[in-house]
């Protein structure tokens, strides 16, 4: 079967484990542009007790196929995070302060349009709900032409769109974002989820 043929039969969702460090942090910059993400800013991620890493590999393990990338944060700190205020947060979590957020869904370009993102992110839902967190909210890049890459996958969740907020990542200036070919000015649509 082709590449872009993978079935998602023949994919294995699994936790994260050391070996993928390295592709993730390629596929990462690849994806979405240098200084992505780092060994070192994976490793002190994943270590997080409250964080959730779900990676797609092929059904032999030996290719990283794609990742998902999900931490716990607090009402003030997804609003630092997503540029929202703690009443915006408030009104739609109530006192319910258990808050995870899916930073980072990526695959490899070849097997996109598989299912292999839903997959992945229902494994990461998943495990969020079973560590007792009450809502998710997902910041989606909105492309320099308009397309939200992963949109549909996040509907398809159950996600809520909620606004869209301009330039969210324009503070991260090491990452030299592939759209933008320096610091990232795209903006993101905020999504959010009741778990």
């Known amino acids: 079967m082709p590449k872009s043929q993978t079935a998602v039969a023949t994919v294995k ?3 994260f ?7 993730m942090v390629e596929l990462g910059e690849e994806r979405f542009g240098e200084k992505y993400t780092s060994k070192s800013k994976l490793r002190s991620y ?11 590999v092929d059904a032999e393990g030996d290719r990283l196929l794609g990742f998902f990338l999900m931490h716990g944060t607090s009402v003030s700190g997804l609003s630092k995070e997503f540029k929202l205020s703690t009443a915006e947060i408030k009104s739609i979590v109530g006192e319910n302060k258990k808050i995870c957020v899916a930073k980072s869904l990526v695959l ?7 299912g292999i993102a839903t997959k992945l992110a229902q494994k990461g839902l998943e495990k969020a709900k079973a560590k ?5 909210w997902s910041p989606l890049w909105i492309r320099k032409d308009g397309l939200i890459p992963a949109q549909n996958v996040i509907e398809r969740m159950g996600f809520t769109f909620y606004k ?3 330039m969210l990542w324009v503070d991260d200036k090491d990452y030299k974002c592939i759209d933008c070919k320096g610091p990232c ?9 009741i778990l």
């Open 13 to 15: 969702c699994i936790d």
């Open 17 to 23: 484990l050391p070996r993928y460090l390295s592709p």
């Open 46 to 56: 994943i270590e997080k007790k409250d964080n959730i890493c779900k990676l797609a």
């Open 108 to 114: 490899q370009k070849d097997v996109e349009k598989a």
């Open 132 to 136: 007792g967190f009450y809502s998710c």
């Open 164 to 166: 869209v907020v301009h």
């Open 185 to 193: 000015e795209c903006d993101a649509a905020v999504y959010y989820k």
